[in-house]
Nanobody, 127 residues
Framework: QVQLVQSGGGLVQSGGSLRLSCAASGYSVGSYGNYMGWFRQAPGKEREGVASISSGGSTLYANSVKGRFTISRDNAKNTLYLQMNSLKPEDTALYYC???????????????????WGQGTQVTVSS
């Protein structure tokens, strides 16, 4: 079975940084056709795509985080990362990693494109 175990959330001041990790088992982060992403959900809002990465290393970011966040993976550790810099209060949310098979879709920030989800980790940015 596929498991995605997240870590790295927490409380940080505006302008600070955090790195989220997503360790996969039963799923190969670097296998051809596999793709992964990061999503977030604030109270009262729908889940939104933050960043996505294809098996070939192509990336896509939401405009709200472009230039501040970086998605990456370590195939040897079978782990996905999200480096979050210059954090803002509006980044406060529950963050989820997600994974799927079948090739990077045309809309990789759409949560319905993903089959497996991590447990979520809270990121809180104080002003």
């Amino acid at each position: 079975q596929v498991q995605l175990v997240q870590s790295g959330g927490g409380l940080v001041q505006s302008g600070g940084s955090l790195r989220l990790s997503c360790a996969a088992s039963g799923y190969s982060v670097g296998s051809y056709g596999n793709y992964m992403g990061w999503f977030r959900q604030a109270p009262g809002k729908e889940r939104e795509g933050v960043a996505s990465i294809s098996s070939g290393g192509s990336t896509l970011y939401a405009n709200s985080v472009k230039g501040r966040f970086t998605i990456s993976r370590d195939n040897a550790k079978n782990t996905l990362y999200l480096q979050m810099n210059s954090l803002k209060p509006e980044d406060t949310a529950l963050y989820y990693c997600a994974a799927a098979y079948g090739g990077w879709p045309s809309a990789p920030l759409d949560p319905i494109k993903y089959n497996y989800w991590g447990q979520g980790t809270q990121v809180t940015v104080s002003s």
